[in-house]
């Protein structure tokens, strides 16, 4: 993109004599007036309709932006996290009551799933919807392609993926989810792997596919069965080399390693429960948070006020860290110093920094009503946090703690930066 207009470059040599120096020069003097007037009028339509367009919007890059979704009104929320600000709402989203973003290479574009199966592209620089498709009936996230090509939906209804090109939000693979028995299957877990490859669990179907997507209309699909009772949600290491589905139907987890000529599935964290009796789950916690900090992973447990810590050499347990309730998102700040970690029903208005160095809490805070989600700036000296029955975002120094900024929101939930842009499984 152009950040200027440049006036055309004239041959025309300068006269030698006086008189026509003094009238080359008027000449010039008219021209940049006449260019300087043009250039403080509205741009015109490019239809070449001579209506005045709205004034054009400031430059700014993309780095610092992300969306807040207000998932009562089916709205998004363009922020400026540098500035701390609000700087326009995109309505017209339909229901975003489980919504999820992912964004292109360059932070440019929006990509918003929404719960009704709708895939909604929004411009952040022009603020405006560009594209939409109605891709399915019930749909819970997605992911985009390394090379930014693709974007994939996950979907519970009617189950499967499908595969959009990026650009034109055109249809490329629909791919089927199948339980042993031909029924089709609710996908989760869906992340992006490097290459044109996405994972996915198979909720139905307890099993995990790998989709190569090197021709997207023709993918090829690795599945692998067996991985344990019904996978809810999972992440992919920072180096993309592992995948984590979490187990809804039994204590522990499935982890495949990507990087293997054959992939399998393998158990960790098996029985981490075993000999207690769970508590009832009050709302499904979620893995895609990145909770890997140096060479852990912390995990929230299933039915227990606990953050399982993980030794990521071994995959075996190495610490329980005991939390206020049933952890929702259990999150690592960028550097991995903290884990942020927020809660289900009735624990729902706290949140909770855990100490990494020192593997316990070491803060309570109470910011609003109805957490339900936080995102880090890109280097993490400011969290972010919806609290959806004060309508409020709430921004806190990660040092400090202090509040730096209350943002207006009408019931918001997710919160998404363009830094997601730059990092895999998100």
Known sequence: ????????????????????FSSWGGL????????????????????????PLAPALPLMGTGDLGVVIERATGAVLIVNTSQRAVLTRVTGLGDLSHASVVFSRDGRNAYVFGRDGALTRI????????????????????????????????????????????????????????????????????????????????????????????????????RIDGIGRQPYDALVTPDGRHYIAGLFGEDGLALVDTWADAPVARRILAGYGRGQEPLPVFKMPHLRGWAVAGR?????????????????????????????????????????????????????????????????????????KAVMHMEFTPRGESVWISCRDDDKVQVLDTTTLATQASLVAQAPSGIFFTARAQRMGF
Request: proline share 6%.
């Open 1 to 20: 993109m152009k950040n200027a207009l440049h006036a055309p470059h004239f041959a025309r040599s300068q006269p030698s004599d006086t008189a026509g």
């Open 28 to 51: 010039a003097m008219q021209r940049r007036s006449l260019l300087g007037g043009l250039a403080a009028l509205p741009l015109l339509a490019v239809s070449g309709c001579a209506t």
């Open 123 to 222: 411009d952040l620089l022009t603020q405006r919807v560009t594209a939409r498709e109605q891709q399915a009936g019930n749909s819970i996230g997605g992911a985009i392609s390394a090379d930014g090509t693709l974007v994939a939906a996950q979907n519970y209804t009617p189950g499967g993926v499908k595969v959009f090109d990026a650009e034109r939000l055109t249809l490329l693979a629909d791919i089927p989810a199948l339980t042993a028995d031909g029924q089709r299957s609710r996908v989760v877990g869906l992340a992006d792997l490097p290459g044109r490859r996405f994972i996915y669990s198979l909720f139905d179907a307890n099993a995990i596919c790998i989709a190569d997507c090197t021709q997207p209309t023709q993918p090829r699909v690795t």
């Open 296 to 368: 852990h992973a912390y995990l929230p447990a299933i039915g227990r006020h606990e953050v399982l810590v993980v030794d990521t050499t071994t995959w075996a347990e190495v610490g329980r860290i005991p939390v206020a309730g049933q952890p929702v998102f259990v999150m690592a700040r960028p550097d991995g110093r903290q884990v942020w970690v927020n809660f289900a029903v009735p624990d729902y208005h706290r949140v909770q920094v855990i100490d990494t160095v020192a593997q316990r809490v070491a803060a309570t805070l109470q910011p609003g």
